[in-house]
């Protein structure tokens, strides 16, 4: 029985993968540019020529140093913020609705 309640629950995994971003480390000279190392197809914003490259070690598994979030990113910590009791002032535009792994009763508020 729990054999397949655990099948059940990674069937979707398995058939449909993993929609999550990709986690890259950092890499020092994406870094210096104030970037960070993401799939270039899940880069929010375009990647200049300038900043090709600037991943080398995790090149070959796709990344390129991008200077937004990944458009698969819904943690509240990779957008900057923390998840924070409801009813805490955090103004309109710095709230992430999207972040999921905020628990009942929280939300995410980016602070910069």
């Known amino acids: 029985m729990f054999s397949a309640s655990l099948l059940i629950c990674l069937l979707p995994i398995i058939v ?18 104030g970037g960070q ?3 270039l197809d899940e880069c929010s914003v375009p990647v ?3 900043y090709l490259n600037l991943c080398p070690e995790q090149q070959a598994e796709g990344a ?9 990113e819904y943690r509240c ?5 923390d998840c ?3 009813g805490r002032p955090c103004p309109d ?4 609705p999207q972040a999921t792994d ?9 602070f910069i």
């Open 16 to 33: 449909l993968g993993d929609s999550g971003p990709t986690d890259f480390y950092p890499e020092d000279l994406c870094s210096a540019q």
């Open 64 to 72: 390129e140093c991008c200077h937004g979030v990944s458009t698969k």
């Open 102 to 110: 905020c628990l009942k009763g929280t939300f995410c508020c980016i």
């Open 84 to 86: 924070v009791a409801d």
């Open 93 to 96: 535009h710095l709230q992430k």
């Open 37 to 39: 190392c993401i799939k």
């Open 77 to 81: 910590k990779r957008f900057g913020g």
């Open 48 to 50: 200049d020529d300038i």
